[in-house]
Each structure stands twice: as structure tokens, then as C-alpha cells.
């Protein structure tokens, strides 16, 4: 009866999870024996070698898939030792269900925030309105960055990201997982460089625009205004290079057009203000 048929299915499915060949091998030959459709067995065979042996050994599919090929070109029952390689095979392979936990972790949160959209700068701009909204403004393009990787965030803005695929310490999936924790590193170490750069940005420009305010009050201070030159150096607050320049205060054009360099003789050190409306 149908009671039987998933009885056996599911004994061969248990036994090949446990990793208990022979019991998966006697299971499989009661299923054929009693006459069961060979190609269910092949489908539920290549399902488990997705679900339970996955990424432990990604060769389990292939295998599963070349199986089933192999006995659909024979037949019974020259074919039928195609399952039975297939079933030795997964039984003996290396099992995570990290990729099968991973798929429903991850349709439960797109179902809970399926509103949300995908960062502008990730979108492709294809026309000149897409760009006017801002579409692929600022996207990094991996191949170019530092170690191929620019650790750019690719969740919706405004939502946290979220760890979805753990994978586990056994099979090829040991080697993913030195990869997944690689990658997670230099993505926080990335993130972590980008908002000091942004502060830094931030803290420049206030510092800059103070001294311009103190130096504008106390003009007499200031002696000839004359270019100084364009100089790579870093914040004058301790990290300025020998002329206190400012790497973020490099020459560019202002809204207003206006743009040009002056500096302060005071106790050695040249502080160079540019553009009088930043």
C-alpha cells in the first residue's frame, strides 16, 4: 500500500542522513524489488543530495544528475546500478543542511520586507532620468577595488544586514566557510575604514571652515594671498603634512565660482583655506 511506499522512502532517506551505507543500499534494493518507479528513487535521491549533502560535497548533484542520466539511457535492469552507486555515494558523502536552513531564513525576511528597495547606487541608470535619481551613483566596481572586493553594502538601505547562510565545519564546506569569514572581516574592516574616511571628511570641513571664519575676523593676520599649490597632505589637527594641508580641502570648483588659496604665517605652519564658500 501507500503506507509502504513512504515507509521505505523515508527509511531510505534516514539511512542515508545517518551515513549508514548498508542500511541506505537494503533499503533502496526493497524499494526496486517492490517495484517502485526507479525515476521517484532518482528524484528523491538528487533532492537529497541538495538538501543534506549540499555544499559539503558539491559533487554529490553531479553525481546524482549523471546517475540518473546513466539510467534513463539503460534502463532496468542494467540501469539499476546507477541508483545504487548514487545511494553509496550520498550515504557516504558529507552532510550540511547550512544552504537548506540559509533558503527559508532568507524567504522569511523577504517576505517581512519585500517593500523595501535595493540601494540606489547598485540599480543600473540605463536613462538620463535614472540618473538624474540617482540610480548607480557611487557604485563600486569590485574587479577594481583593493583585494577585488570594495565591502559595500548590498541590503536595502535602512535595514540591518542580517546573517543568513551558516555553513558548517565539515566537507568542502569547511573551505566556504574560511571564505564566508574572510569576506565577513574585510567587509567590517572596509565599512569601518569608510566611516572613519567619512568623519575625518566631516571633521576637516568644520575645521577648516572655523579657521577661515577666525582668519576672515582677523584679517591682519593674514599676510599676502597668493597660491600655495595642491598639496596631498592630511588634516592640519596632527595628521597635516609638512605644509598642514588638507587632503579633503583640495582645489575644486565652488558653486559659486569662487576658489583660491590663502595661507597663515603663525609659528611655522601654513594653513591653506580654499574656496571661501565650503
Known sequence: GRDGHYNLISAVHKSLRGSDVDAALYWAARMIEAGEDPKYLLRRLTRFAVEDVSLADPNAVTQAIACWETYERLGSPEGDLAIMQLVAYLATAPKSVGVYKAMYKARELARKTGSLMPPKNILNAPTKLMKQLGYSEGYEYDPDCEDGFSGANYFPDGMN????????????????????????????????????????????????????????????????????????????????DRHGVCVFCRPSQSASGNQGFYYYRSVGWFYDFFDLHA
Open 161 to 240: 544586514r542580517v546573517k543568513i547562510y551558516f555553513p558548517v565545519d565539515r566537507g568542502f564546506e569547511r573551505e566556504i566557510k574560511k571564505r564566508v569569514e574572510y569576506f565577513d572581516n574585510l567587509r567590517r574592516e572596509k565599512q569601518k575604514a569608510k566611516k572613519k574616511e567619512g568623519r575625518n571628511e566631516r571633521d576637516c570641513g568644520n575645521f577648516c571652515r572655523r579657521r577661515h571664519r577666525v582668519g576672515a575676523e582677523a584679517s591682519s593676520v593674514f599676510a599676502n594671498r597668493q597660491p600655495l599649490g595642491n598639496y596631498a597632505g592630511q588634516c592640519s589637527r596632527g595628521d597635516a
